[in-house]
């Protein structure tokens, strides 16, 4: 099991909010509001942000607004600022916005690469190749995102072989820098999840791997934990723990950034987050999307915000002691 303490180990933290959680809300999401919460998750100390998605704009409107979001955030040194593309399309748009990281998606599932994206798997490849060498041509570092990594709520189980066969084709013949394995729909387990990491940690261990978990079922902290220990450092989390593929049935948030930063913060990693900010941040979430979110943070506070004690605390504590003076039929 994890260190429960004094392990310096940097954990790195790529918050998908902006993106993954806002792509699903029923209400559009204004765009100075969009910009306004990225900046503020600017100065939280996450590694990265994915901003937004170059997508189609029947496909996901509450993303319609990708180019001027991306093009009106103000950039913090140190964060890198990607953005989802599922095709050249989308690659131009990203690489006209300056992305500094074209996240590709497709998944490792037919039927939900089907649904999400309108393609076969070999047709995405295909049209990612493509975007691939659009990033090359202007140096800018592609990272492949495969959905339902963990299980399709369409098909059940993926395959290991499955997974690491895309993840291979992406590697070894595309020339991504990254790989995401992504539980899109919360199927995902710990042992699951120990043993995909373990095996590609070996396999690739010169290759930034990422996990990106949804809370669907419960399980995305332990998940994290199981990654920890198998070898990975990288993870996709959103703010307030909103998100989710419009795509995939039965989809509900992403694992909660200030949820996962406070659990390792307390068990003595090294996040570089700062958590006032980041669950600030999330704070104002509620009345931006008109509905409550899941963040247990936000709604109990970090472990040690306290609570002040009933007012006559010394009363009740006086009638306690009393009580014990007296004898036992009194009582
Ligand atoms: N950005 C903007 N518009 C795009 C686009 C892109 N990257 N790719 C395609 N389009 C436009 C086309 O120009 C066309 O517009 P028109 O109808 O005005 O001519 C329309 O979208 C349909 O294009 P087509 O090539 O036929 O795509 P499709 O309907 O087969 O859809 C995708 C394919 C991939 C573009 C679409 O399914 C998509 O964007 N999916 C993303 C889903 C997603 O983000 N899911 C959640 C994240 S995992
Ligand atoms: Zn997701």
Redesign the pocket.
């Known amino acids: 099991m994890s260190s429960w303490n004094g392990n310096h180990q940097r954990i790195y933290m790529n918050e998908v909010g902006p ?2 959680g806002l ?2 809300e029923a209400a559009f999401v204004p765009t100075a509001e969009k910009i306004s919460l990225v900046n503020a998750l600017s100065r939280t100390g996450l590694n990265k942000i994915e901003v937004t ?8 409107p509450a ?1 319609r607004d ?1 180019e001027i979001v991306m093009r009106e955030i103000e950039r913090a040194p140190g964060v890198k600022y990607a953005a ?10 990203a690489i006209d916005g300056h992305a500094d990281e074209l996240n590709l ?1 497709m ?1 490792a599932s037919e039927s939900h690469n089907l649904s ?4 076969t798997r070999e047709q ?1 490849y295909r ?1 990612l190749q493509q975007v691939s060498r659009l990033a090359d041509a202007v140096k800018i570092p592609v990272n492949i ?1 495969l ?1 339902c990594a963990f299980g399709c709520p369409m098909e059940g189980d993926v395959s290991e072989e499955t997974v690491l066969e895309w993840s291979s084709r992406f590697i070894e013949e595309t020339g991504a820098h990254g790989v995401t394995l ?1 539980d ?1 729909t919360g199927m995902a387990y710990p042992g699951q999840v120990a043993r995909l990491t373990e095996l590609f940690a070996r396999r690739w261990p010169g290759i930034e791997l990422t996990l990106h978990f949804h809370n669907t079922r419960g399980m995305g902290l332990a998940n994290v934990l199981a990654a920890i220990d198998s070898g990975a450092s990288r993870f996709d989390a959103s703010v307030g723990g909103i998100g989710g ?4 049935p039965g989809a509900s948030g992403n694992v909660c950034s200030e949820e996962i930063v406070h659990a390792l913060e307390l068990m003595g990693y090294d996040t570089g987050v700062n958590l006032e900010a980041l669950t600030l941040a999330s704070t104002r979430l509620p009345s931006l999307l008109g509905h409550d979110i899941p963040s247990q943070i936000v709604k109990a506070g970090r472990r040690l915000d306290l609570h002040p004690a009933p007012p006559d605390l010394p009363a009740i504590r006086e009638r306690a002691v009393n009580r014990e003076r007296l004898p036992e039929t009194r009582r």
Do not use: H, K, W
């Not at 593929?245 to 995939?248: L, N, R």
């Open positions: 993106r993954d792509q699903a998605a170059f997508v189609s704009a029947q496909a996901i993303l990708a989802l593309v599922p095709n050249a399309r989308g690659a131009e748009r998606v998944s999400n994206l309108r393609m995405s049209s995102s959905s992504c899109t593929c419009p795509y995939a």
